[in-house]
Structure formats: C-alpha cells, structure tokens
C-alpha cells in the first residue's frame, strides 16, 4: 500500500532563517506530487505541484520554491522566511490517469515564523 | 463569485443525529467530487468521491450530488463523537489542461455532542 510521509510535524523559525521541508511517498511510481499551505479561514491554497522528477510548476509567486530530486520526492523551500509563510504545509500524492486523480494528504507541518 | 462556497460553520449536533454538510459551485466543467476529512492539526484524509450526479453510499456515509443546481451534500447518519473534525468538500474536471487541480471548499467544522 501506499504511503506518504511529511517532516517535521511542528517547526518554529526566525524571520529571515532558511526553510527546508520533506515529503516522500512509498509504494507506488512516477506520482504527481504536491504542495499545500493551509491558513485558519483560508482553505487549502496550492503552492507547487510536479508531474516528474525536476518538473516544477508554481501556482502562487510568493517567498518559496520546490523541487523534486528523485521521483518520490518532493522539497518545499525558503531561503529568507518572512511572518507570513506561517501556517500549515501539506504534500500530496496522485495517480495521473486514474480518472479521479484522487490527492492524498501527508500529516502536515505546522510553521510559525517568529 | 467564488468557484466552491461551504459554510464554515461551527455545527454542533447531538450524539446520533443526521448531519448535512454542503457545498454550492460555479464551474460546470468539475465532475468529480470528493469528501475530506481533517481532524485538529492533522491532513485531510480522503472519505469519499462521486463521478457526475448521483448517491454513493459507504456505512454511515452519504455523498449526493446534482450537478444541474450545482449543489453537493454529505449526510453523516448516527453521528459519533468521533466524527467531529472539519469536512472540506473539493470538486475537479474531467480532463484537459488544469484537470488535476482540486479546487476545495473552506471546510466545515463539525462538533459531535455526547
């Protein structure tokens, strides 16, 4: 079966401090991947997402960027973090072709930047 | 007008009620509609999905959707405690350019009440 695992769960980080967090799923082969930022009222936003390995596509201009070195990883970064990067940060994982292109979610990873 | 519209809520219900939960879209090209479920702090986790109009049943689960009023619904019938968490609809198209992106709701928040 597949999974999907996201880390850290919590981070908290000074303005101005680099961001690095990691996503990889298990079980399964070339995924679409994907990157979320969840923000109280807000709903989901999409930030990234990546049909293959080095193919990025951003949906929001803002202070990060992605990368997927290997196919079943996905990178979510920062080199300055500002306050309003805070929130909470969820991957995704589907399956191209399936017809419901059903997304499956990670844990997530709560940022606060202070 | 936005493309997902859900009332945010908070419900709060007794023990072993029906519950409703429903969203209103604007875009008639999303065929497949889908349920999340999101405890505190943690990610959604798919519940259930429908292709077009119709009822999918699953336990105590209820997904209804009719595409000619653009309106979803999700009845939770016996509610359980357990079951207090946000439900987050999301909706996407069948094919073509952008196909794979979900467009969510805001999330309802659900309270069940012993």
């Known amino acids: 079966s597949q999974t999907i695992h996201q880390w850290p769960a919590t981070l908290v980080q000074p303005v101005g401090s680099p961001l690095s967090l990691e996503c990889t799923v298990e079980?399964?082969?070339?995924?679409?991947l994907y990157w979320y930022r969840q923000a109280a009222g807000r709903g989901l936003q999409l930030l990234f997402y990546?049909?293959?390995?080095g193919q990025i596509s951003s949906e929001v201009p803002q202070n990060l960027s992605a990368s997927r070195p290997q196919d079943r990883q996905f990178i979510l970064s920062s080199k300055k973090l500002l306050l309003s990067d805070s929130g909470f940060y969820l991957c995704?994982?589907?399956?191209w072709g399936t017809g419901a292109d059903i997304q499956y979610f990670g844990a997530g990873t709560r940022l606060s930047v202070l | 007008q936005k493309e997902v519209e859900q009332d945010p809520g908070p419900l709060s219900v007794p023990e072993g009620a029906i519950v409703s939960l429903n969203c209103t879209y604007s875009?008639?090209?999303?065929?497949?509609f889908m349920w999340y479920r999101q405890y505190s702090r943690k990610g959604p986790e798919l519940l259930m999905y429908?292709?077009?109009?119709g009822n999918k049943e699953d336990g105590r689960f209820t997904a209804q959707v009719d595409k000619s009023s653009k309106y979803i619904s999700l009845f939770i019938r016996d509610s359980q405690p357990s079951d207090s968490a946000t439900y987050l609809c999301?909706?996407?198209?069948?094919?073509?350019?952008?196909?794979?992106?979900?467009?969510f709701g805001k999330g309802t928040k659900l309270s069940v009440i012993p």
């Open positions: 995704a994982w589907s399956v």
């Open positions: 079980g399964t082969s070339n995924p679409n």
């Open positions: 990546s049909v293959g390995i």
């Open positions: 875009n008639s090209a999303f065929q497949y």
């Open positions: 429908t292709y077009s109009s």
């Open positions: 999301a909706m996407k198209g069948d094919s073509g350019a952008g196909s794979y992106q979900l467009t």
